[in-house]
Each structure stands twice: as C-alpha cells, then as structure tokens.
C-alpha cells in the first residue's frame, strides 16, 4: 500500500435489500499486519459486508478503498487478482478432487480468466507450476500432508484450512474469512489460530467474521461490533468485551 495508507478503507458502506438495510453506513478500517474481527450476532449484515468489500454485491451507497485505490465496482475476480483473497460462509471445496487439486485451482484464479476455460487449456509447464505453488501453499498452512488425499474426505478443520491455502494462491495482502472457526472442535479452533498467527507474522493483513466472540478474543488486534446493519463499537477485544452496547447486542436479541 502507498505509505500511510490502510491495506482496507472502507467508507459509509450501505447495502439495502429493497426496504431492508443490512449494512447501515458502515465505515472502518484494516492497517498493514492487522487481524481485525468482524462480530455481531446472526444477521448483523457481516457476509454482506463481506459480500460488499469483496466485489460481490454491488454496494447501495458508500465506498471501498484497497490498498490505496478506490476498488467498489469492481468484480471480485479482479480484486483477488490485485491481492484480496476470500473464504465463503459455508466450505466452497471440490470434494472429489484432491487437496492440492483444490488449491492449484485457486492459483489460477490469479489470472484473468475464468477458471475452467483457464484449467482446460492449460501445457504441461502451466500446469507443473501451479502444482508447484499449491504445494508450497499447503505447505505453509500445514497440510503438505494431506496433499493427495480427497479434499472432501479431511475433517472440517482441515477442510477450512484447505480453504485457506486455496486462498493464499492468490497470493493475497489481504484475506478475508468468513466464520473460518464455526463449527469447529476446540483443538481445531486452536490450530486455526495457530496458522492465521503465522500468516499474520508474514505480513498477511486478515478480516474475520466471528459469530463466537471467545474465539477473536485471543487471536485479533482490533474488532468491529455490528448489529441490525450499524456499527455498534470497535476497539481492542479486553475493551469490546465490557462495552455495554456489545453486552445487549448479544444478550438482548
Ligand atoms: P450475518 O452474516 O451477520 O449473519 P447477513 O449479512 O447474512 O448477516 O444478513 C444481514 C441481513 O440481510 C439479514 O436480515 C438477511 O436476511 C439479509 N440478507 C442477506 N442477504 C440477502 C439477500 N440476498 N436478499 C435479501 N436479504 C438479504
Ligand atoms: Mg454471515
């Protein structure tokens, strides 16, 4: 990003789905390093933001900045291809395909072209390198293991990592999950943590939507609260924990 500016700016974002606002003019933003949470209880408009940011859903009124360069209006595949890579609410995997089957494909989505024209026409020396970069991806999350294994035959927390690698074939500067952690057993949570720690260390900025609060917790430098399409607070996880609007968004619904 140009100096000073944040990775994500994202300014009076409003989306309304005929008479109902789901996300209400919301403004935040996401500096270089940062693990940032989006919470808020079910249908607060977190994916939709999601969905706003990452190219998705065209955006009611408002703006989205990346990277120093106003980005809304453009189509998702070109926001991946400047380096915003996504994860969708409910697993988008190839479960008859291999692992690294699944993530060599996310490497070619850093091209231009539709996937599956893209994969159809691929050489051998095309086809050697993508290989060759989603080794290294899985590699780096950890499932360097799993590489030939059926992607739908790995446990949901691995299924969700996998995801991820898929992700960072893009080789994104910034990732943005969707409830990577919903779900999950406790040990699985843990080692998620783990990875988006490490990724954070290699200067992989990340938005993650968390309905679980004791999950972001530990893991984020910042969150956003939203409820009913606003922002309700943001700060730092020990002060977000005692604000009294979070208290009664969560308990009071
Ligand atoms: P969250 O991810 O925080 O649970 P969502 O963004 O999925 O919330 O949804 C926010 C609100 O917008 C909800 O009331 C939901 O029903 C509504 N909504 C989401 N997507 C659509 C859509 N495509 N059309 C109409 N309403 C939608
Ligand atoms: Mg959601």
Partial sequence: PATGSPVLDVRQARKAFGGLVAVNDVSFALNAGEIVGLIGPNGAGKSTLFNLISGVLPL???????????VDGQPSRKLAAAGMARTFQHVRLLPAMSVIENVAIGAHLRGHKGWLAGVLRLNRTEEASLFAEARTQLDRVGLGEAATREAG????????????ARALACDPVLLLLDEPAAGLRHQEKLALAAVLRQLR????SILLVEHDMDFVMG???RLVVMDFGTRIAEGEPEA???NPAVIEAYLGG
Avoid: P
């Fill in 219 to 221: 893991l984020v430098d």
């Fill in 60 to 70: 009611t009124a408002g703006e989205v900045h990346f990277m120093g360069e106003r």
């Fill in 240 to 242: 977000i924990r005692y």
């Fill in 153 to 164: 035959s790995l446990a949901l927390g691995q299924q969700r990592i996998l995801e991820i």
């Fill in 201 to 204: 260390s290699e200067g992989v």
